[in-house]
């Protein structure tokens, strides 16, 4: 019998410690698909980051560094700098890359590493324990934000990828979320984009994939998955936000 | 004959860098090390490697340790302020058991302080820096062949111990200008890298972390790496003794103020006092045995710093009861560095009390 479907090469046969609902998971198993699509798995250094997400070493069957809170663009710069021939990917939460990793994201872009950057942003900062984020919506309430984020004291919540596709050294941004099957569709589709422009040395390129915590958020999977279409999406729009044509 | 050339001190410590092979630097403008950087963004593409002036220190010491992880021979350097910025990252590196070389040549503080010469860094650099109880090696030059000799030294000792190493300097060491030969690097024979990732490349997963989470996991991680700063203090310790072996007066110094001392010692056995130097050039391991020996023998210590006092803790620690140990220090600022007459006069003083 042919088979149709199968795991990614790329991703191990264990269970991850993500809670239900989480979409960790899927996004682990998209990314693992690009690097199976391109074949990059066996030359590929992933850059781990504080989180959730930490362990992906756990999950992801490549050579992988654990970078310090908001510095993997930074490591990942050493990584590919000494090692030009690999494919580096970093794999950070919204905290730690919007908030305490601002000045590593911004310059590594800016600089225009030839690196993919996954940014997952769910409003929230998971493993801590639902603390408010630089991507809390306006309204939202978390463990620290108990009344709700203040726009007047807290600010507004940064809009990442249309942020960096202002930087010069950026070659692609996208947003993209997993909540439907039409959107998960569209999120393999740019995330393979993305990996397109690091394997034809091409430059920066970054996804933003809008994820839910339900856990967190207080919220069943299905509601979570609601909320990011009702709530999230309107504030952080899908879409390409810079995609630089081959020079 | 080998050349010899006449250099700045910070100017020895990019050239030994390269001499050991190191071919990526990252880094951030600070004085008073900016010779540093500047030699190396020069240096580095002829030689196909890479500069990178960082977005911050944090940023420069974290491209060390992704640099690092991939097995390169990389550093990085700055200055007081900026090497408390690094403080996160080279507490990683320790964690992660990864090799790195960092050069401080060290400002006055606390806070924005000076750019004088000062050893107020001391405790900083030898009792680990940053969190979670580590140590690193820490080397500590006087002179400007010896800041090219060390920090040579520095790359092979981070990877023989797969541990961060620290060349800690000041502007004296870091600006003047003296004779240098620049010997090739001694052969030493080092342990494949084979803890670094490069992409699995049909092998077995590599992963570079400080995370521990199971059971008795960071416990043994710990261990471990106490085990390494053991066998550091067995193997790994480096001291200079002059006219020791029939002094009553033991003069104990490190770095920039040793040089001030040795013309004070000079001019004390000219006027006849029994006085000898013990300099410590590894601050960490400290050479506890060799100065317990020399303190031992001379029955009286005296420690001079360019700082409050803060060596001269260590010194108290390993020379024993029966030894008195007295401390003259200068903390750091314009017009605070004390003259070879100067240091004179306190020995004078400590030899008739």
């Excluded at chain 2, 540093?36 to 240096?43: A, G």
């Amino acid at each position: 019998m042919q088979q149709v479907f199968h795991r990614p090469v790329s991703l191990k046969d264990v269970q991850t410690h993500f809670c239900p609902g989480c979409h960790h998971g899927t996004i682990h198993r998209l990314v693992a698909e690009a690097m199976d699509h391109f074949g990059v798995q066996q030359r590929t250094i992933g850059v781990a980051s504080v989180g959730c997400s930490v362990f992906l070493y756990g999950y992801f069957d490549i050579d992988v560094v654990e970078a310090p809170h908001g510095r993997a663009p930074a490591v990942a710069t050493g990584v590919k700098r000494a090692r030009p021939e690999s494919f580096v990917f970093t794999y950070q939460g919204d905290g730690d890359l919007a908030a305490i990793g601002t000045a590593e994201i911004i310059h590594a872009a800016n600089r225009g590493e030839d690196i993919t950057v996954l940014f997952v942003n769910n409003t929230t900062y998971g493993m801590t324990g639902g603390q408010m984020a630089p991507t809390t919506l306006v309204g939202q309430k978390t463990s620290t934000s108990p009344y709700g984020r203040d726009k007047s004291k807290d600010g507004s919540p940064i809009r990442m990828a249309e942020l960096l596709a202002q930087l010069g050294g950026v070659a692609f941004s996208a947003r993209v979320a997993v909540n439907s099957p039409k959107n998960l569709m569209d999120a393999k589709k740019q995330i393979r984009e993305a990996f397109d422009y690091q394997v034809q040395g091409k430059g920066f390129s970054f996804v933003e994939v809008l994820s839910a915590c339900p856990t967190n958020w207080g919220a069943k999977p299905l509601a979570a998955n609601a909320r990011i279409a009702e709530e999230m999406i309107p504030y952080f729009p899908l879409g390409v936000f810079k995609k630089e044509e081959a020079a | 004959m080998s050349k010899r050339l006449f250099v700045k001190g910070n100017e020895a410590a990019a050239m030994g860098a390269v001499e050991a092979g190191c071919r990526y630097y990252f880094g951030y403008p600070i004085t008073p090390q900016s010779d540093i950087p500047e030699y190396l963004s020069r240096e580095l593409p002829k030689l196909g490697g890479e500069f990178i002036q960082a977005e911050s220190e944090i940023g420069a010491i974290n491209m060390l340790l992704g640099a690092s992880a991939c097995g390169a021979r990389a550093m990085t350097s700055s200055s007081s302020p900026g090497i408390s910025l690094k403080q996160e990252g080279i507490s990683y590196m320790a964690g992660s058991e990864l090799p790195g070389v960092i050069i401080n040549i060290s400002r006055s503080g606390p806070g924005l302080g000076g750019i004088d010469a000062s050893q107020s860094d001391y405790f900083q650099s030898v009792k680990g820096g940053g969190h979670g109880g580590y140590r690193i090696l820490v080397l500590a030059p006087n002179s400007v062949q010896e800041m090219y000799d060390l920090t040579m030294h520095a790359f092979d000792l981070a990877d023989l111990y797969r541990t961060p190493v620290m060349v800690l300097g000041d502007s004296v060491v870091g600006q003047m200008k003296e004779a240098l030969v620049p010997n090739p690097r001694p052969a030493r024979e080092l342990p494949a890298k084979e803890w670094a990732v490069r992409g699995k490349q049909g092998g077995e997963q590599r992963v570079v972390k400080s995370l521990f989470l199971g059971d008795g996991e960071l416990e043994a991680h710990n261990w471990h790496l106490h085990a390494k700063y053991q066998l550091m203090k067995e193997r790994e310790c480096i001291s200079e003794e002059q006219q020791s072996s029939d002094a009553t007066l033991l003069v104990v110094a490190f770095g920039s103020v040793s040089r001030i001392a040795q013309t004070a010692v000079a001019l004390a056995r000219e006027a006849g006092l029994k006085v000898g130097l013990f300099r410590p050039v590894t601050l960490f391991p400290f050479p506890e045995v060799a100065l317990a020996q020399a303190a031992g023998k001379a029955g009286r210590v005296l420690v001079i710093e360019l700082n409050t006092g803060q060596m001269v803790d260590d010194v108290r620690l390993c020379v024993g009861h029966g030894v008195e140990v007295s401390f003259y220090g200068r903390p750091p600022g314009a017009a605070s560095l004390p003259s070879p007459e100067e240091l004179f006069e306190v020995i004078r003083t400590r030899c008739q009390a």
